[in-house]
């Protein structure tokens, strides 16, 4: 098993900032690939980042390309994303996931996640 905690979400102007975390205990050294996801009110759950447990990998989504940075301490068990210039269509509540199987895009390929943070973009 293993178990994620999401953290450092908030309400932030447009043109602003956040870093998440993702916290990760249990059998998270296993994990070959952890992600983020978000889901906005009203919308479907849609993929964010993701990256590979070396972290020699690295996958965005093309809305979030050049904005957002994932990263991740594996020493800490902790996945990062730094989100900068922040817009209010990037309002929604973000959500970290694992799975030890390969990269993916789809929510339903993975098999761990945390219970979310909520991020609020003013305009």
């Known amino acids: 098993q293993v178990q994620l905690v999401e953290s450092g979400g908030g309400l932030v102007q447009a043109g602003g900032s956040l870093r998440l975390s993702c916290a990760a205990s249990g059998r998270a050294s296993s994990m070959y690939i952890m992600a983020w996801f978000r889901q906005a009110p009203g919308k479907e759950r849609e993929f964010v980042a993701a990256?590979?447990?070396?972290?020699?990998?690295?996958y965005y989504a093309n809305s979030v390309k050049g904005r957002f940075t994932i990263s991740r301490d594996n020493g800490k068990n902790t996945m990062y994303l730094q989100m900068n210039s922040l817009k209010p269509d990037d309002t929604a509540v973000y959500y970290c996931a694992a799975d030890a199987s390969a990269y993916s895009g789809r929510s339903a390929s993975y098999a761990y996640w945390g219970h979310g943070t909520q991020v609020t973009v003013s305009s």
């Open positions: 990256i590979r447990s070396g972290g020699s990998s690295v």
